[in-house]
């Protein structure tokens, strides 16, 4: 208890990490909570408005080429973009925990084929494979979330396998194997709260990866389609030359989300780096 109030303390103290996280906070609140409250549908054609319609009191964000309330596709597609950022984060931990955990701590032939398999997984360029597999499962928004999250279990895997390395020959570990602690119990009770950590650090920068990953697929038009809305595809749809140059509310929005985005995932990853090592405290 006092460990993670002494890391909680050091997170908050840093004016950056804060200020992101705040940044996040708020800003998923306002995909969560806002719709509720305007009750616009971001599927609805305004025929009234038009096509392309510039930004006014009744579309803050104008229309797109077929009418739609850009401003309300902007926070759906915040939803899905962060949905899908999280979710594949938390499936490739899910995965690679374990896995890295059985690595280190068994040996042999454990060890052997879960890292052969990790650098199977980590030759491949990421995107590549990404678009390979959405292509054969398809473009929906829990493929998307299984494939990525499923290709990104390697580096937690390996994260977790050498911090497994340098624990399980500690003392405590050895007292608690001569006190007849089950090899379950040692994995879950012992190491993997000294091994944590640095996964706890790196998450953030996972979520990055995965909201990137979704933006470039949506954007090289092999992602989500519309009807359904994410940053990546509502800004590949604004990707005409006339768009460009004459309508920057339809572009600008969705891509300053996705960049504020990563980089307050970025300074919360710094952040809590350092407030989990005891020597930056």
């Given at each position: ?16 990490a ?15 909570f ?16 038009g ?6 009191a ?10 739609r ?9 915040g939803?899905?973009?962060?949905l ?8 490739g ?7 890295g ?10 060890e ?14 990421s ?5 390979a ?14 494939v990525i999250?499923?290709?990104?279990w390697?580096?937690v ?10 624990t ?5 570990v ?5 006190l007849g ?7 879950f009770?012992?190491?993997l ?5 640095p ?14 990953s ?5 954007f ?24 460009l ?13 996705i ?23």
């Open positions: 208890m006092r460990r993670s109030y002494a890391v909680w303390r050091a997170f908050w103290s840093d004016r950056r804060a200020v992101a996280a705040v940044f996040l906070l708020v800003e998923i609140a306002l995909v969560l806002l719709p509720l409250f305007l009750g616009q549908d971001p599927n609805l054609t305004d025929r009234s408005a096509f392309w319609a510039a930004p006014s009744q579309h803050w964000l104008g229309t797109d080429d077929v009418g309330d850009l401003f309300a596709r902007l926070l759906y597609g939803r899905t973009s962060l899908v950022g999280f979710a594949s984060a938390a499936l931990v899910v995965l690679g925990v374990p896995l955990l059985l690595a280190g701590y068994k040996g042999g032939a454990w052997y084929w879960i890292m052969r398999a990790c650098d199977t997984f980590q030759s491949f360029p995107i590549i494979l990404v678009l597999m959405v292509s054969l499962l398809g473009p929906s928004v829990w493929n998307i979330i299984w999250g499923g290709l990104g390697a580096s895997a390996r994260l977790v396998y050498s911090g497994t390395l340098s399980k020959q500690t003392g405590y050895e007292a608690s194997r001569a602690a089950t090899d379950r119990a040692i994995l009770r012992t190491l709260p000294n091994v944590i950590a996964v706890w650090a790196a998450l953030p920068l996972k979520v990055v990866r995965a909201i990137l979704e933006s470039s697929l949506s090289l038009g092999v992602g989500l389609r519309t009807p359904q809305a994410s940053w990546g595809n509502l800004t590949q749809n604004a990707m005409e030359l006339v768009t140059t004459t309508r920057p509310w339809a572009w600008i929005p969705p891509g300053l989300c960049v504020g985005t990563a980089l307050a995932l970025l300074l919360v990853g710094e952040g809590l780096r350092k407030a989990l090592n005891p020597r930056k405290r």
